[in-house]
Nanobody, 121 residues
């Protein structure tokens, strides 16, 4: 079993900052890509940022230069530092990890429950 838990959401004014954290735990053998997605009301879930096991990083064009993703492989954590937040960043943010458990040779994607980020004046 694998659990993925996010934290760090909240409300902030435009221009402010928030830091999201996500920890994967359980019978984990390896973690490949870790990422953050978001879903705003009435919209599809979209990729915000991802970081591969070897460190390759991708960002959505809308967050480049404002958001920074990082990971700690020793702790199975991934963080998203969000600066210069805009109202359009308001969404539920989900953590996503690709995991191989100690009882399987295949990779499986796990999702967290989501954390709300609200940017409003």
């Amino acid at each position: 079993q694998v659990q993925v838990v996010e934290s760090g959401g909240g409300s902030v004014q435009p221009g402010g900052s928030l830091r999201l954290s996500c920890t994967a735990s359980g019978t984990i053998s390896s973690i490949a890509t870790m990422g953050w997605y978001r879903q705003a009301p009435g919209k599809q879930r979209e990729l915000v940022a991802s970081i591969a096991g070897v460190g390759n990083i991708d960002y959505a064009d809308s967050v480049k230069g404002r958001f920074t993703i990082s990971r700690d492989n020793a702790k199975n954590t991934v963080a998203l530092q969000m600066n210069s937040l805009k109202s359009e960043d308001t969404a539920v943010y989900f953590c996503n990890v690709d995991v191989r458990t100690s009882t399987s040779v295949t990779w499986k994607t796990y999702w967290g429950q989501g954390t709300q980020v609200t940017v409003s004046s």
